[in-house]
């Protein structure tokens, strides 16, 4: 199971860190993503990590703006946010997989949370 937290208002600029609470599986197993979604749109990938190889993928739209973390012990993985903008609004779901190092493509994922909403305001 993947449970989502963190998301909420903020202003642009601002900061918000979402996590990803994982029960069920061992974290270092699996690559786990962020994606995010706006009605309407595609599913994009935002981020993802192996934390058996600290391997981290980032979308060009997000470079430089957020980071990723995972901590084994807590079976968590985060997204720092920051210089939030309003094109970030969506709902940010968590993903897993099995068996491969970064999960960057919606079809790949196996696990889904439901999802946090997340609004930038200009």
């Known amino acids: 199971q993947l449970v989502e937290s963190g998301g909420g208002l903020v202003q642009a600029g601002g900061s918000l860190r979402l996590s990803c609470a994982v029960t069920?599986?061992?974290?270092?197993?699996?690559?786990i993503a962020w994606f995010r979604q706006v009605p309407g749109k595609e599913r994009e990938a935002v981020s993802s990590?192996?934390?058996?190889?600290?391997?981290?993928w980032y979308a060009d739209s997000v470079k430089g703006r957020f980071a990723i973390s995972g901590d084994n012990a807590e079976n968590r993985v985060y997204l720092q946010m920051n210089v939030l903008k309003p094109e970030d609004t969506a709902v940010y779901y968590c993903?897993?997989?099995?068996?491969?190092?970064?999960?960057?493509?919606?079809?790949?994922?196996?696990?889904w949370g439901n999802g946090t909403q997340v609004t930038v305001s200009s």
């Open positions: 069920g599986f061992t974290l270092e197993d699996l690559a």
């Open positions: 993903a897993a997989v099995y068996g491969l190092s970064i999960l960057r493509k919606e079809l790949q994922a196996e696990y």
């Open positions: 990590i192996s934390t058996s190889d600290d391997r981290t």
